[in-house]
Nanobody, 118 residues
Framework: QVQLVESGGGLVQPGGSLRLSCAAS????????MGWYRQAPGKQREMIAVIPTGGSTNYADSVKGRFTISRDNAKNTVYLQMNSLKPDDTAVYYCNAASSTAIRYEYWGQGTQVTVSP
């Protein structure tokens, strides 16, 4: 059974920082590109950051220079360091795993709420 379990969300003031974690189980982690997406109320889910199995990371323009995605294949975990948070960053953040194999598999976590407010 595949599980992606996010943690680290919460309430933070503008300008603050949070670090999200996503622990994966049930997959061969190193074969999956890992990503973070978010969905704000009334908006579509959007890609925030993706880290492939190899190669360079990719970020949405709205978070470039503020957010950093990283992965630890030994711990089957992907992280999202979020700095200089803004109220517009308020959303439910989801972890995504997408296989790089010939047959594509994709999984989602349950989401973690991030609220940026004074």
């Amino acid at each position: 059974q595949v599980q992606l379990v996010e943690s680290g969300g919460g309430l933070v003031q503008p300008g603050g920082s949070l670090r999200l974690s996503c622990a994966a189980s049930g997959i061969i982690f190193r074969l999956y590109a890992m990503g973070w997406y978010r969905q704000a109320p009334g908006k579509q889910r959007e890609m925030i950051a993706v880290i492939p199995t190899g190669g360079s990371t990719n970020y949405a323009d709205s978070v470039k220079g503020r957010f950093t995605i990283s992965r630890d294949n030994a711990k089957n975990t992907v992280y999202l360091q979020m700095n200089s948070l803004k109220p517009d960053d308020t959303a439910v953040y989801y972890c995504n795993a997408a296989s790089s194999t010939a047959i594509r598999y994709e999984y989602w976590g349950q989401g973690t709420q991030v609220t940026v407010s004074p």
